[in-house]
């Protein structure tokens, strides 16, 4: 198949999963008052539950690569850590700034790679994170008097334990860990996790609750497989941008089901991170091109 129609069925993969994950927020939201532990245990059954499928059609087994268990063990704990301040920030603030801050966690892997796995890092990415970071502080709006602040942060900060856990899925995927094992890892470490929580502080739930969490499962693991299938046919310096079309989905999804419109100030953080996104974007394609034409030389 020609790279052009690679690349464009790629980009369709990277759309479709940003959508899965802006419902799969919906969903959670949508779920009630349950604490977020109990929602990322929910959220994680069903992605444990097909990635064993996938384990055991590929025949992969549950034995990791000599030396990986340190790594599986940081993505997993950390990864987990990220995805209950992402839900808990889901249950306080709108819809569209607990996405937006969740997507921070590119910016987030840049620094961590630059820290742990010793890449450079560029004037012009640094920069691109410093103006991202500024653009967090529009949606966070620190103030003694915004009763939104320890939430918002909460939702930061689980974009940056996002950040860390993908850095390690890099080094993971570098040592040649197959995906659904690191997938299945992390989702089973997760529920095992926070079976404690469920067990002392378990919220009695109508059906109509289980099913939102369940459906939060199901669109989560389409968004992960969705978004694996758009890396293995484009590198993520010519699609990663197209993730950011989930705050798109989000804003409407937040509109139309909770009657939610972001204010001028967290719009303001929106186009500022978005920019940056792009910008990065830009110049890694940029660097792509130099290197390639490097190669050919």
Known sequence: MPKINLKYKAIVYMILSAFCFA????????SGDIPAFQKSFFRNLVAVFFALVILLKNGSG??????????????????????????????????SDASMLNKMSP??????????LKEKLTLVQGTAVFVAFVGTLFIIKPSFQNVELLPSAI???GGMCAGFAYTMVR?????????????????????????????????????QQLL?????????????FSITAAYSNAPAREISVYDYSQIIFATMLGFVFLGEVPD??????????CAMAVLTFMYNNKKGIFAHERRKK
């Open 107 to 116: 910016f987030f892997v840049i620094v961590f790679s630059w820290m742990i």
């Open 23 to 30: 419902v799969m927020n919906l969903l959670v939201r949508m």
């Open 264 to 273: 001028i100030y967290s719009v303001v953080g929106y186009v500022i991170i």
């Open 62 to 95: 549950f034995r990791w690569k000599k030396g990986n268990l340190k790594f599986l063990l940081l993505r997993s704990a950390v990864g987990t850590f990220g995805i209950v301040c992402n839900f808990y920030a889901l249950g306080q603030i709108p819809l």
């Open 212 to 224: 939102m969490l369940l459906g939060a499962g199901l669109a989560a693991t389409g968004g992960q």
């Open 155 to 157: 939702g930061l900060f």
């Open 171 to 207: 080094i993971l995927g570098q040592r040649e860990e197959p995906g659904a094992r690191i997938v299945f890892v992390f989702s089973a470490f997760s529920c095992i996790s926070m079976l404690p929580f469920l067990i002392f502080d378990y919220h009695s739930m109508e059906w």
